[in-house]
């Protein structure tokens, strides 16, 4: 015999904030396969227009999911200047530990955004 369901069920919280993307699924039937493609019309879209397009594998073999930012909400790092900012964290991490002053007088020296990001990286124990 079937459970009764409960009178009181908690709904989820509404957002108070926006969200920061909005979704768009897209579905069309396989006889359309040879004529149009609905990634390659997005992306050719969205990089005509300047905005940076990331695509992203599911683990449905058929689906894709694309992500598309604005230069200023999706910084692109390079390997090599990720490289470098590992290193600059384990020279930091390094001088850190020798000469504690010295290396309170490099953040001070450093701008804003910089000391920032040093002190994000070195609170997370995850690399860079």
């Known amino acids: 015999m079937p459970m009764p369901r409960e009178?009181?069920?908690v709904r989820a919280v509404?957002?108070?904030t926006p969200a920061r993307y909005?979704?768009?699924t897209i579905s069309w039937h396989t006889?359309?396969?040879g004529?149009?493609?609905?990634?390659?019309?997005?992306t050719a879209a969205a990089k005509s227009l300047g905005l940076i397009v990331r695509v992203g594998k599911s683990k449905i073999p058929d689906r894709v999911n694309l992500r598309v930012d604005?230069?200023?909400s999706s910084p692109v790092v390079t390997p090599e200047e990720r490289?470098?900012?590992r290193t600059a964290v384990k020279n930091f991490r390094k001088l850190l530990r020798s000469d504690p002053k010295l290396a309170t007088k490099l953040l001070a020296a450093l701008s804003s955004d910089q000391r920032q990001r040093i002190t994000q990286l070195l609170e997370?124990?995850?690399p860079v």
């Open 31 to 33: 006889s359309v396969d």
């Open 83 to 85: 490289e470098a900012q």
């Open 70 to 72: 604005t230069v200023e």
């Open 124 to 126: 997370t124990n995850t």
């Open 7 to 9: 009178g009181a069920r």
């Open 14 to 16: 509404k957002r108070t």
């Open 35 to 42: 004529q149009f493609d609905p990634v390659a019309s997005v």
């Open 22 to 24: 909005r979704k768009l």
